[in-house]
């Protein structure tokens, strides 16, 4: 009984009827459809595939962080039971208590409870950021899952799937998600410019890109803090909101310092200092910027980032500038 098509719709879909301005744009831009999703390509073809036809497996789906794989499974659950989403879906998070007695109680009732569904189609249970269960109440689920999944199917997502006891992995399809590309974040940062019609640079999407590091829940917050504390998405404007060195700053510095003009070097390191930015930031920023330095050879390249990584332990740092713009885990996801 699928319940609604697969094909990508043609414009964004918001989630809710809500005012625009209440949702954080993490959740009024969280993909409705299986289409929607951005990135990891041929798990979602699996997705699209099960959808079609029923049956889903017991599944784990693990990866990063704001990568999809709470999305997915949401939107798989609503491919599969369209209107009967709301009486044949049981979703628990990590806000949940999800101990043993709501093992044995809460999940052991939904599953004896009567849906009617078509022949090929179960109920799910879905149990998000799943490796925050106790090993305990995972494996009160063991027999559970035996005994009603000819009704009943779980779909786990976590962020690692060895937090996920043996017994449960065994009994499951494991999906692992991927890390998003760059390309892939700017697609959906784009489309929700559009949508929102932002005033951005090119730089203002790349710094974003550059700082979400394939994690897309915190490119698009990163993206909603920018506008919501400048009006505008430049580099500079994205670097004061995540609160990191700029990476151009590092860059020069590098550059400097490959050039023997340590005097310059040091200027450029003071400059990030006195900003309040420590050891690490710094150090942390070095590191990612350094391969996208193209005077350097990749010997160069490699010197520079085995010398990041000897370098003893760093002072205390200093304590930070108070920082007047929002900060980018300002919205949740
Ligand atoms: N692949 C994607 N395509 C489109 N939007 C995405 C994608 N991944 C994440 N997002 C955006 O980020 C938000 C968070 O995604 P989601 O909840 O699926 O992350 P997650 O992988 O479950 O992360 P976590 O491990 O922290 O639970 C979504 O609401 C959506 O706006
Ligand atoms: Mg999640």
Redesign the pocket.
Known sequence: MPGESSKAPAKLTATAAIPAYELP???????VFLS?????EETIERLKIIAKDGNMPHLI?S????????????CLARALLGPAYKEAVLEL?ASDERGIDVVRSRIKTFAQKKVTLPSGYQKIVIL??ADSMTAGAQQALRRTMEIYSSTTRFAF???QSNKIIEPLQSRCAILR?AR?TDA?VVK?LMEIIAAEKVDYSEEGVAALVFSAEG???Q???NLQSTVAGFGFVSGDNVFKVVDSPHPIAVQAMIKACHQGKIDDALEKLDELWDKGYSAVDIISTMFRVTKTVDTLSEQSKLEFIKVGRLRPPSPPSPPRQPNNVPHGTLYG?
């Not at 929607?36 to 990891?40: C, E, L, P, Q, Y």
């Not at 990866?63 to 949401?74: D, E």
């Open positions: 744009w993490v959740e009024k831009y969280r993909p929607d999703i951005v990135g990891n789906i990866g990063m962080p704001g990568i999809g794989k709470t999305t997915s499974v949401l998070n998000d950021e997502a976590c962020n998600y998003l892939q959906r994690d897309m829940r490119a698009i917050n996801g």
